[in-house]
């Protein structure tokens, strides 16, 4: 492991891990339990940081929230 970030607290508990060979891990803790959310290949080498975006919409990782119609 390289680095993580937690995301934000309207999210729960969830963490972002990124790993030496260049992926990207995302946790959530389900009552007391660290299941993995989503695992992907973010670059050919290490990832060095990660960061969250702003809080602004929990659409994408809160799957009974709802879009915002435009």
């Known amino acids: 492991m390289n680095c993580l970030a937690w995301a934000p607290w309207e999210y729960g508990l969830v963490l972002a891990v990124g ?7 995302v ?6 339990v660290w299941n993995e959310i989503s695992n992907f290949m973010a670059h050919a080498e290490g990832v060095n940081g990660l960061a969250w975006g702003p ?8 799957p009974n929230s709802t879009q915002l119609s435009s």
């Open 19 to 25: 790993l030496a060979e260049g992926t990207i891990v």
């Open 27 to 32: 946790l959530r803790n389900e009552g007391g």
């Open 55 to 62: 809080a602004t919409e929990p659409a994408l990782l809160c």
